[in-house]
């Protein structure tokens, strides 16, 4: 099993930054790929960018490329998600998955955390 667990979220206004992290217990962190996924009210759970075990491979929706950085670290079992630049559209519960390998599709995790606010005001 492993325990994911979300932090950061919160009210940022338009322009702003906000860094979520992911803790993670129960496995070996560095044994797997980790991501990002958001989801609006009304709407499914969508894909923001995923890192492989290493941390050596990203990959971003393209909404959120060039604003968004994930990044790990491995010594500390910890993920991140630094948002820059954020809109309106950005506003969302934001969850970490843990996996095998990178994927775009929440099919390819296993392991969920519980999701964190984000809410961007203008």
């Known amino acids: 099993q492993v325990q994911l667990v979300e932090l950061g979220g919160g009210l940022v206004q338009v322009g702003g930054s906000l860094r979520l992290s992911c803790a993670a217990s129960?496995?070996?962190?560095?044994?797997?790929?980790m991501g990002w996924f958001r989801q609006a009210p009304g709407s499914e759970r969508v894909f923001v960018a995923a890192?492989?075990?290493?941390?050596?491979?990203?990959i971003y929706a393209d909404s959120v490329k060039g604003r968004f950085t994930i990044s790990r670290d491995n010594a500390k079992n910890t993920m991140y998600l630094q948002m820059n630049s954020v809109k309106p559209e950005d506003t969302a519960v934001y969850y970490c998955?843990?996996?095998?390998?990178?994927?775009?599709?929440?099919?390819?995790?296993?392991?969920w955390g519980q999701g964190t606010q984000v809410t961007v005001s203008s």
């Open positions: 998955a843990a996996g095998i390998v990178s994927s775009r599709y929440p099919s390819g995790y296993d392991y």
């Open positions: 890192i492989s075990r290493s941390g050596s491979s990203t």
């Open positions: 129960g496995r070996t962190f560095s044994s797997g790929a």
